[in-house]
């Protein structure tokens, strides 16, 4: 799951692990050091450490990833800050809605992230739900 902050992706420890081709722990470690300073622990029940791209980049393991592969049709991009997604909205529904595309690209990345926001709400009433229906079956049942 993408995860955008004003427009800047940030990922997990798991997630940047697999994107910079490098092992959990390492990234970990590095997190761990203060390697990233713009990485922070999020707000999920597992404080989760959220690290954003640019980071990455910085500190030079993205780019790491790009040049260690040698077939250049293998190398997935890497989306800049201010790169246009790669779909393109009719120039006829911009008009018609009264904004412009990067107006639509804005309202596209916050939608993105209002998905991840509903996505962590979900599991978070999930497992409330799951927690009050085990709590009511020991009610019901008459702990002692």
């Known amino acids: 799951m993408t995860l955008y902050i004003n427009g800047v992706e940030h990922l ?3 997630e ?5 081709g ?17 990485a922070f ?8 450490w959220l690290i954003p791209t ?6 030079g393991l993205l780019e790491h990833l790009q040049r260690s592969n040698q077939d250049s049709s293998a190398i997935t991009p890497i989306p800049q800050q201010s790169e246009k ?13 009264g904004v412009g595309s990067n107006q639509v690209f804005d309202l596209v990345q916050r939608l993105g992230q209002k998905d991840a926001e509903l996505a962590a709400a979900r599991a978070c009433a999930d ?10 079956g020991l009610i019901a049942g008459g702990v002692r």
Not at 16 to 20: G, L, S, T, V
Not at 22 to 38: A, G, L, M, S
Not at 85 to 97: A, G, Q, R, V
């Open 12 to 14: 997990t420890i798991k």
């Open 16 to 20: 940047a692990a697999e994107r910079c």
């Open 22 to 38: 490098r092992h959990h722990d390492t990234i970990k470690r590095r997190v761990e050091r203060r390697d990233f300073p713009n």
């Open 41 to 48: 622990q999020g707000q999920d029940r597992n404080r989760s």
């Open 54 to 59: 640019p980071d990455l980049v910085e500190v």
């Open 85 to 97: 997604p790669n779909f393109l909205i009719p120039t006829s529904i911009s008009e018609e809605m």
């Open 127 to 136: 497992e409330r739900l799951a927690t009050i229906t085990l709590l009511s």
